[in-house]
């Protein structure tokens, strides 16, 4: 798998459909990416705009030393973190205050397991640093190499190493103290 790299290519020799390619591949998983950081989904996604936007204006910035995934996502790191410098304290309200969820709704019982194992996951994966969480979302949900995290987030190799390792023990540790089988 290249990563994007063909398409980025294509769309240098001027195929303008191989970057609404890129678009389509990237564009969710940035977003949630740079989410993690600002914690507000409508500023994620228009810095994962202003990724892409920034990619159509500086085309030959990108040099293919690294796949084009993980440039995508160290763009978007750095947006998100000059994005936090900039930004003045606003004052956040948890989902759940806003969501408005009845108990009167008549869930299965299947669905209300696979929700409290979901919430047991979220509530063990909170409960970690921030640095651990990046590197279990980039590694288990975006597929992404160690030294592709490595990349990311400024780190050799090893360090992710022992980040994930930690983690997964933090995990497992969590999951076992609400119950849950792992």
Known sequence: MDHGESSYRRYLCGDEEAFAEIVKEYFDHL????RRYVG??????DLAMDVFAWLIVHKKRYNFSVSLKTYLFMLGRSRALDYIRRRDKLPMMELSEI????????YPEE???????KQAIHSALAGLSEE???????????D???DEVAKVLKKNRKQVYNLLYRAKNALRIALEKEGELI
Do not use: G, K, N
């Not at 507000?40 to 996604?45: I, L, P, W």
């Not at 969480?133 to 975006?142: C, G, K, N, P, S």
């Open 40 to 45: 507000d989904c409508a500023a994620a996604e």
């Open 144 to 146: 992404m190499s160690a």
């Open 111 to 117: 669905m209300l397991l696979l929700d409290e194992r």
């Open 132 to 142: 651990m969480r990046l590197v279990v979302h980039m590694t288990y949900f975006e």
């Open 99 to 106: 969501a408005d969820i009845s108990d009167q709704s008549p």
């Open 31 to 34: 977003t949630f990416f740079i």
